[in-house]
């Protein structure tokens, strides 16, 4: 069984940076395509970025600039920087992985598996 455990969550001041961790035990971490997602208060859970298991990468326009996927095979770990943070990056941040996509821009498109706990991410203003 997949397990995703993640990471790295706070609270921050609006134009701070912080750190995202996704531990992923269980499965071949390699070969998987792997996401971050979020979810605010009231509002339905969003891509934020993904890259796949051959390095290519997707981001949300929203985050474009800001925020950095990265991942560490050796480690079976997941990052995701997240640099000039405002109060509307505020919500519950989770890791998943996803099928294979045939396309950057589909990239997380279709997860796979369960969701790990999540890491609360909140920025002040």
């Known amino acids: 069984q997949v397990q995703l455990v993640e990471s790295g969550g706070g609270l921050v001041q609006a134009g701070g940076s912080l750190r995202l961790s996704c531990a992923a035990s269980g499965s071949i971490f390699s070969i998987n395509d792997m996401g971050w997602y979020r979810q605010a208060p009231g509002k339905e859970r969003e891509l934020v970025a993904a890259i796949s298991s051959g390095g290519s990468i997707y981001y949300a326009d929203s985050m474009k600039g800001r925020f950095t996927i990265s991942r560490d095979n050796a480690k079976n770990t997941l990052y995701l920087q997240m640099n000039s943070l405002k109060p509307e990056d505020t919500a519950m941040y989770y890791c998943?992985?996803?099928?294979?996509?045939?396309?950057?821009?589909?990239?997380?498109?279709?997860?796979?598996?369960?969701w790990g706990q999540g890491t609360q991410v909140t920025v002040s203003s």
């Open positions: 998943a992985r996803c099928l294979p996509a045939t396309t950057v821009q589909r990239l997380c498109a279709l997860r796979l598996g369960s």
